[in-house]
Each structure stands twice: as structure tokens, then as C-alpha cells.
């Protein structure tokens, strides 16, 4: 099994905190089928979901996300896909509402960051776009029989 955490700091305040996460809550039950409920406390919230192959909870406080999760054998080779998912999905809740810290401060910077001579980001496109094949050539294991063949002497060369 592998593990997601997650952590988010922001300061909107509990009670806006509150709000992004019965969205975030809401956006999981339509677009995943999970099975969504959530727990109030008096300093902070909590969401638990689950599903087939996944299972977690969102902590929620006046100062930050926290989630857990929990991916099953099938789901956990897509780790790093569902992590990317979830971390972008709860950036842009943040984002919409005010006060919201910058996500990058909890996020490692990506390889080659601030390095000179770096390699520029590549889009979206650039990646999906499959590069040129080389031009067809003829396998070397046929090459080297018909080579056997021409050569004078042999036993398989033509008469």
C-alpha cells in the first residue's frame, strides 16, 4: 500500500477553511465516488474518504490542510499521478479563496530550479507530442544472412 500526506498552510480562518473543504468534499463525491463525511470539531474539521482502492481523511484547522490517504495495491502505482491530482485540485480551492498562502513554500522546487543553464519547462503539448521515428532499416540478423549467402565458398551460396 502507499501513502499520501499532504500539507497545506493558509490563513483564511476556520470558518473559510470550513467552506473549501465541503467543496473539496463535494468535488470528490461527484468526480470519484467517494464516499464522503465530515466530522466537526471545535478547533477543526475533518473529512474522511474512501472508495475502492483509496481510503483517507482532510484535517482541516484555522491554519491549514492536512491529508492523509492511504492508496490501495492497483491505485498505488498511479501515487504520484493522484498526488499531483489532489495537490492541484487543493491549490485551486485555496487559490479561490482570500488569503490564501502560496503553495510553493510547502512543495520542494522542481530538479534544476534557479540552476544556470537549466533546461526550460517544457508545455503540455511539447510532451504529448511523440518525437520522429528514424527511417526503417532492415533488421542486421537478415543483413548478415544474405551476406553468408553471397559469400563465395559457402555452402548456402547459390550455384
Known amino acids: ?53 483509496v481510503q483517507g481523511r482532510l484535517v482541516v484547522a484555522a491554519d491549514h490542510f492536512d491529508l492523509q490517504a492511504r492508496l490501495g495495491f492497483l491505485l498505488g502505482a498511479f501515487s504520484q499521478r493522484i498526488s499531483r491530482e489532489i495537490e492541484n485540485n487543493l491549490d ?5 479563496g482570500e488569503g490564501a ?10 530538479a534544476g530550479a534557479g540552476r544556470a543553464g537549466a533546461k526550460p519547462a517544457r508545455s503540455a503539448a511539447a510532451k504529448s507530442a511523440k518525437p520522429a521515428r528514424p527511417a526503417a532499416r532492415p533488421p542486421r540478423r537478415r543483413a548478415r544472412k544474405a551476406a553468408r549467402r553471397a559469400e563465395p565458398g559457402s555452402a548456402r551460396a547459390p550455384t
Open 1 to 53: 500500500m502507499t501513502d499520501i500526506h499532504i500539507h497545506r498552510a493558509h490563513d483564511l480562518g476556520l470558518a473559510q477553511a470550513r467552506q473549501v473543504a465541503e467543496r473539496w468534499a463535494e468535488e470528490a463525491r461527484e468526480r470519484l465516488g467517494m464516499d464522503c463525511s465530515l466530522i466537526r470539531g471545535e478547533y477543526s474539521d475533518t473529512v474522511e474518504f474512501a472508495r475502492s482502492g
Open 92 to 96: 485551486r480551492l485555496l487559490g479561490a
Open 101 to 110: 498562502a502560496a503553495p510553493a513554500a510547502d512543495r520542494p522546487a522542481p
